[in-house]
């Protein structure tokens, strides 16, 4: 793993062993990584997309490089409050429902380590030592 550029705000951009653009954020706690090299139909698009991740090294600018978070995905579940009435029928008569009402959504967030630059780092070795 290679240092090659540290941003006014103080993110760190590495290229890994296998010639893979990383990038470790410390104020907002991700760790992000570019395309893999592998799984080219062709040779001459891996070698292509190697020689641009080697003009970003060699320029101090990862430019326009697309990476992806590698930071463990959490689930987590939301309540909300229904903001309608809700009515009830018991023997053909209507009742206002009058307790509060909840409606909950699962989704999936990427667990942070704000400012802990020991944890982003050892989440990119071990991301480097397993991938690369």
């Not at 090294?57 to 909300?80: Q, S």
Request: charged residues 20%; glycine residues 6%; aromatic residues 12%.
């Amino acid at each position: 793993m290679k240092l090659y550029h540290i941003t006014k705000q103080g993110t760190l951009h590495f290229q890994l062993k296998n010639g893979r653009l990383a990038a470790v954020y410390p104020s907002t706690g991700y760790v992000r990584v570019a395309h893999s090299l592998d799984g080219f139909v062709e040779n001459r698009f891996r070698v292509g997309l190697l020689n641009r991740f080697n003009k970003a090294v060699e320029d101090g600018n990862p430019g326009n490089i697309t990476m992806w978070p590698i930071n463990k995905r959490v689930t987590t579940t939301t309540k909300y409050p229904v903001n309608r009435e809700l009515f009830y029928e018991i023997n053909g008569s209507m009742y206002k429902y009058h307790n509060p009402v909840f409606f909950e959504m699962t989704g999936e967030t990427c667990q942070t380590y704000p400012n802990d630059i020991v944890k982003l780092m050892d989440l990119l070795t071990a991301f480097e030592a397993k991938n690369c």
